[in-house]
C-alpha cells in the first residue's frame, strides 16, 4: 500500500475539525485508509512541521496526494459536494503533432493546460510528489507512462512530438545550463541515484522521444528528463502537461487524475483547459477526457450483498458520499456518474462496496450464515503440522526463510544448472536477492545457517513449506506449488547418520516402514539408493525412494504430481520424492560455511 504524508495542522484545517489522533485513525479506519504514524511526538523540539502518513489503497490513485485525501474526506463528511470537472472552451486549442516514428518507442500521448494556477510552496511539493508517486506505480516506473510539466509562457505552440536519433538534437536538461545530446545525457546520468534507474526505458533504442516547441526548443525527453528552459516554478502561472505512454488505458488514468487533482488552484477551480493531440495517420484527439462515465447499480443486489434495507434514494446518498454523483432510476436501480477519478470502480461489486464504506462496516447488521460448515484444515496442512512437530520433538529448529531468493542461491551456489524450464523468474524483482521462487528449500536453511554462525554447535534447522515450478499443464497458472520438508545439520562432523536419523524418525511417525529395493513382495515403504547429485559430496547422497501399490495411488492426492501418475500408469510405483546427502563443500563455500554440513529434502505431498 502507498503511504502519503501530508502536514497535520494543514490538513486538519482543511477538514475543519483539530482530530485527536485516535479520533482521526477511527476516520480513516471508517473511509477505508488507514493512519500509520502521527509524527507529532517525533518532532517535538524540531523545526520540522508534524505530519500524519497515511496508507492508500493501491487501486485509489486518487488518494495519492494531499489534494486528494483531504477532497475525498470533505465529501464523505458532507463538507462539500462532490466536484464537478470540465473542460474550458477557448477560442483556438493548442496542438501537438505527433510524427510517425513516435510508434517505435512511445505511440500515445496525452496533455491539457492549467490556466492561471497558483502554486503555494505546499502544493507545489505536492504537485511534483504526485507525478512521482503515479511514476512508481500506475506507470510502473515510467515504463508504461511518463509525465513532464512545463511552464507553457516559455515556449510557444504548436508542439512536436518526434523520435529522433539520439545524437540529432541537444538541449540542457532540468537544473543543467550546459546542453547535451541523447548519448551525452545518458552518460551524465548513469550515476544519478534518481533516474538512472529509468536510462533502461529508451537507451538501447535507435529513437529517442523527444518534444519540441515552435522554435524547435526542446521541451523534454520522455520518460527521462525535462528541459531546463521550461521547467516550472512557485511563480508558474500557466502549466503544460505532457504524458507519452505504451498504455492508452494508463495513459488517460495518470493525466486525468494530474490535472483533476490540481484544477483546484485554477482561477476557476476544477476546470482544464484541453489540447489536440494529432496522430500521424490523420485523426486528431482531444485530451484530457473529463466525463464521468455512466453506469448503474441495483437496489436489490446492494442489500442482497450488505443485508441492509435500503431503497434507491438512500444508496444514492450514500453514493454522494463516496464521491460519485447518483440519483434513482426506478424501484430497483440507481443510476450513477463515476467521475474521472475513479478508475477503480469496474463492477457493481465496487459501487456496492462503496455504499457500504458509507453506511459503515460497522453498522452493516450481523447475521448467521445460511448454510452450516464445518471448518477443517486441508489434508497436507494437517501432514505438515505433525511432520513440524515431530522435527522440533527430535530437537531441530524451525526456519522460516523467505521462499523467493536469488538466481544464483538457487542455481550456481547450489553447483546446479538452471534449464529455463523450472524456476518461476519475476520479470520485475527489487533487488538481486528476489529474482526467483525457490525450487528447494535447502538455500534458504544454508542462508540461515550463515547468519547463525557465532551459535554453538551443532546447527540443526528444519523447514516444512511450499516450493513452486513452472507446469504448463497447468493452463491459468502454468506454475504449481510442492510441499516439501528440509532440514541441514551444521556441526565439526558432516553427520550423515543425524539427517539419515531425522529421516527414519519422520518415516517411522508416518507409519511407513523402510523396505528392501529389491523386495517385490513388499507393497508400502521407502529406501534409499545411491545417486550422483553436484549439490552433495561425491558418494555421499543417496536418492529417497518411495513405493506405493497402483492399487493404493488411485484416488490418492499423490496423483495431483505428474511424475507420480506417469509412474503409475507405467505400473512402476516406486517414486524419487527427495534426496539426502553431505554437501559439497562448493556449495558450503558459496554460502560462507566453514563447517561441514548434512541435508534432507523431499516432497511431502507424495505420502498423501
Not at 334 to 350: G, S
Not at 435 to 443: E, G
Not at 517 to 528: E, F, I, M, P, Q
Request: with cysteine; aromatic share 8%.
Amino acid at each position: 500500500m502507498p503511504t502519503v504524508s501530508v502536514d497535520k495542522a494543514l490538513f486538519l484545517d482543511g477538514l475543519g475539525n483539530q482530530y485527536t489522533t485516535e479520533e482521526f485513525d477511527e476516520l480513516c479506519f471508517q473511509f477505508g485508509i488507514e493512519l500509520d504514524d502521527d509524527t507529532t511526538e517525533e518532532v517535538k523540539g524540531t523545526d520540522e512541521r508534524p505530519q500524519l502518513k497515511i496508507d492508500i489503497p493501491a487501486n485509489r490513485y486518487d488518494l495519492l496526494c494531499f489534494e486528494g485525501i483531504l477532497r475525498a474526506l470533505r465529501v464523505f463528511l458532507g463538507k462539500q459536494e462532490p466536484p464537478r470537472y470540465r473542460l474550458t472552451q477557448p477560442k483556438e486549442l493548442v496542438t501537438m503533432n505527433m510524427t510517425p516514428d513516435t510508434a517505435r518507442i512511445r505511440p500515445y500521448f496525452a496533455g491539457a493546460i492549467l490556466r492561471n494556477i497558483r502554486f503555494t510552496p505546499e502544493s507545489y511539493a505536492n504537485f511534483i510528489d504526485l507525478q512521482d508517486k503515479l511514476h512508481q506505480n500506475l506507470a510502473r516506473r515510467r515504463t508504461l507512462v511518463s509525465m513532464g510539466t512545463h511552464d507553457l509562457d516559455t515556449i510557444e505552440a504548436p508542439f512536436t512530438y518526434e523520435a529522433l536519433a539520439p545524437e540529432s538534437f541537444r538541449f540542457a536538461p532540468l537544473n543543467r545550463t550546459e546542453e547535451y545530446n541523447g548519448k551525452e545525457l545518458m552518460e551524465l546520468y548513469e550515476s544519478d541515484h534518481h533516474l538512472g534507474r529509468y536510462l533502461h526505458i529508451i537507451r538501447d533504442s535507435p529513437v529517442y522521444p523527444i518534444i519540441f516547441d515552435k522554435q524547435r526548443r526542446v521541451m523534454s525527453m520522455p520518460p527521462i528528463i525535462n528541459s531546463n528552459h521550461s521547467k516550472i516554478t512557485l511563480e508558474t502561472k500557466n502549466v503544460f502537461l505532457d504524458v507519452t505512454a505504451l498504455d492508452k488505458t494508463k495513459l488517460d488514468i495518470v493525466t486525468n487524475i494530474l490535472v483533476a487533482m490540481f484544477s483546484e488552484y485554477c482561477d476557476e477551480p476544477f476546470t482544464v483547459e484541453p489540447i489536440r493531440v494529432v496522430y500521424p495517420d490523420g485523426h486528431e484527439e482531444v485530451t484530457p477526457n473529463l466525463d464521468s462515465r455512466r453506469t448503474s447499480v441495483r437496489v436489490s443486489y446492494v442489500n442482497r450483498c450488505t443485508g441492509l434495507q435500503h431503497n434507491a434514494e438512500e444508496i444514492a446518498r450514500l453514493l454522494g458520499r463516496m464521491g460519485h454523483i447518483a440519483q434513482p432510476g426506478s424501484e430497483d436501480e440507481v443510476v450513477v456518474d463515476v467521475p474521472v477519478t475513479r478508475p477503480d470502480i469496474l463492477h457493481e461489486c465496487d459501487l456496492m462496496e462503496d455504499v457500504a464504506v458509507a453506511h459503515g462496516f460497522d453498522n452493516l447488521p450481523k447475521t448467521f450464515p445460511t448454510t452450516n460448515a464445518v471448518g477443517a484444515p486441508l489434508p497436507i496442512n494437517k501432514l505438515s503440522d505433525i511432520v513440524r512437530h515431530e522435527c522440533a520433538y527430535a530437537g531441530w529448529t524451525e526456519a522460516l526463510p523467505l521462499i523467493l531468493c536469488s538466481h544464483d542461491e538457487n542455481f550456481r551456489f547450489m553447483n546446479r544448472k538452471d534449464d529455463k524450464t523450472t524456476a518461476i523468474v519475476l520479470g520485475n524483482p527489487k533487488t538481486a536477492e528476489f529474482q526467483v521462487v525457490r525450487t528447494s528449500l535447502i538455500p534458504g536453511l544454508l542462508k540461515t545457517i550463515r547468519e547463525n554462525k557465532k551459535q554453538a554447535l551443532p546447527l540443526q534447522v528444519f523447514e516444512v513449506s511450499d516450493v513452486a515450478f513452472k507446469d504448463p499443464t497447468e493452463t491459468q497458472r502454468m506454475a504449481r506449488n510442492e510441499r516439501h520438508v528440509g532440514a541441514v545439520y551444521c556441526n565439526k562432523s558432516a553427520g550423515f547418520e543425524v539427517v539419515h536419523g531425522l529421516l527414519d524418525k519422520l518415516m517411522l511417525t508416518l507409519t511407513i516402514p523402510r523396505i528392501d529395493r529389491n523386495d517385490t513382495s513388499a507393497k508400502v515403504g521407502y529406501y534409499l539408493k545411491e545417486a550422483e547429485d553436484a549439490t552433495f559430496f561425491p558418494g555421499r547422497a543417496a536418492a529417497i525412494y518411495l513405493r506405493r501399490s497402483v492399487e493404493e495411488m488411485r484416488g490418492s492426492s499423490a496423483l495431483d504430481n505428474l511424475s507420480s501418475l506417469r509412474h503409475a500408469l507405467d505400473g512402476n510405483s516406486d517414486l524419487q520424492i527427495g534426496t539426502l546427502g553431505v554437501l559439497h563443500p562448493e556449495v558450503l563455500q558459496h554460502f560462507e560455511i566453514g563447517y561441514p554440513c548434512s541435508a534432507l529434502e523431499f516432497n511431502l505431498e507424495t505420502l498423501l
